[in-house]
Structure formats: structure tokens, C-alpha cells
């Protein structure tokens, strides 16, 4: 490992570092840092950010290493961090768990209800994510349907799937 690849390591460790530490800080009693779209704004701008900058680094010193070092590195720390942030925060099961325990059928059945509630706007926020994202639209009556996009991103993520599990079985 030459100087400047490790210097590169140790300087997107220090920013990750940085990173997690301000949003312990500061941005996780803000509002919007309780929203999924901001929590993965807020890690694909710093993720932007690094490559940006590893990029430089490479155009000045030649060393690709470093910048694939500072895009697994980040990319690591993110997707770590969103899927621990995102089961902490979104625990769906862990909630229906803790609602139902101790319950009279009187008591049960207003907890059930309630989280039909939350099932129906988690399914609702979900849908409009994907929406902005054009990837779905609203065909006939009240039907949902792959945009082009759409196609060609559950296309990818069916060929990921693919190298990782092989071919589907025939149903």
C-alpha cells in the first residue's frame, strides 16, 4: 500500500467517523432525520461527497486504490448504518410484538386496528417513494405498473439476484 492510499484510508475513515459523529450530535433530534428520504439523502450526498473527493485525490496521485477504498469504506458505513437505522426506526414486527402482549380480546382488537393503520401507511409511504422516484404509476382504477425505469431497475436487481442465488425455480 503506497502513502498516499493510506492516507486516502485513514482520511475517509476520519470523514465516516465525522459523519456518524454529527448525526449523533446534531441531526438526530431534528424532525426530518426521523424520515427514511432524509436519513438516505444525508448518506448519499456524503457518499457523493467522498467519491468526489477520492476522485481528486486519484486524478493528483494516480491511485485508483484509493478511491475504491473510499467507495467501499463509505459504502460500508452507509449501508450499515441505513439497515440498522432502518430497523431500529421502521421495527414494523417488533411493534406488533410489543402491542400485543397483555392484551384482552377487547384490548386486541384496538390494537390490531391501529396497526392496520400504520401497515396501510407504511404500504402508502412506500408506493409514493417509488412514485417520485418514477419508477410506478397509477394505471387503470386503482392498479400500480412498472415504469420504463421501473423495468429496468427491477431488471438489475432480478440479474443481482441472479449472481447471488442463481436462476429462480420454475413455479
Same mark, same amino acid.
Given at each position: 500500500?503506497?502513502? &498516499?492510499? *493510506?492516507?486516502? =484510508? ?11 459523529? %454529527? ?5 438526530? #433530534? ?5 424520515? #427514511? ?18 476522485? &481528486?485525490? %486519484? &486524478? ?10 473510499? %467507495? ?9 448504518? *441505513? #439497515? ?21 380480546? #377487547?384490548?386486541?382488537? !384496538? ?8 401497515? %396501510? ?9 417509488? &412514485?417520485? *422516484?418514477?419508477?410506478?404509476? !397509477? ?9 420504463? =425505469? ?22
Amino acid at each position: 500500500m503506497t502513502d &498516499a492510499t *493510506l492516507i486516502a =484510508m485513514i482520511g475517509t475513515l476520519a470523514y465516516v467517523v465525522g459523519h456518524f459523529l %454529527a448525526y449523533v450530535v446534531v441531526f438526530r #433530534e431534528w424532525a426530518p432525520f426521523r424520515q #427514511e428520504r432524509w436519513i438516505f439523502l444525508y448518506h448519499f450526498v456524503s457518499f457523493l461527497m467522498a467519491i468526489l473527493a477520492a476522485l &481528486a485525490a %486519484a &486524478a493528483v496521485t494516480g491511485q485508483v486504490a484509493a478511491l475504491v477504498g473510499a %467507495a467501499a469504506v463509505h459504502g460500508i458505513y452507509s449501508l450499515s448504518f *441505513l #439497515e440498522l437505522w432502518s430497523l431500529a426506526q421502521g421495527g414494523f414486527s417488533l411493534s406488533i410484538l410489543d402491542r400485543l402482549k397483555n392484551q384482552d380480546a #377487547e384490548g386486541l382488537i !384496538r390494537v390490531l386496528a391501529e396497526l392496520e393503520a400504520i401497515g %396501510a401507511r407504511k404500504n402508502q409511504d412506500r408506493t409514493s417513494g417509488l &412514485a417520485l *422516484l418514477g419508477l410506478i404509476r !397509477r394505471s387503470s382504477g386503482d392498479r400500480l405498473e412498472l415504469t420504463f =425505469m421501473g423495468h429496468v431497475v427491477s431488471s438489475v436487481l432480478a440479474g443481482l439476484t441472479w449472481t447471488v442465488h442463481g436462476p429462480r425455480p420454475k413455479p
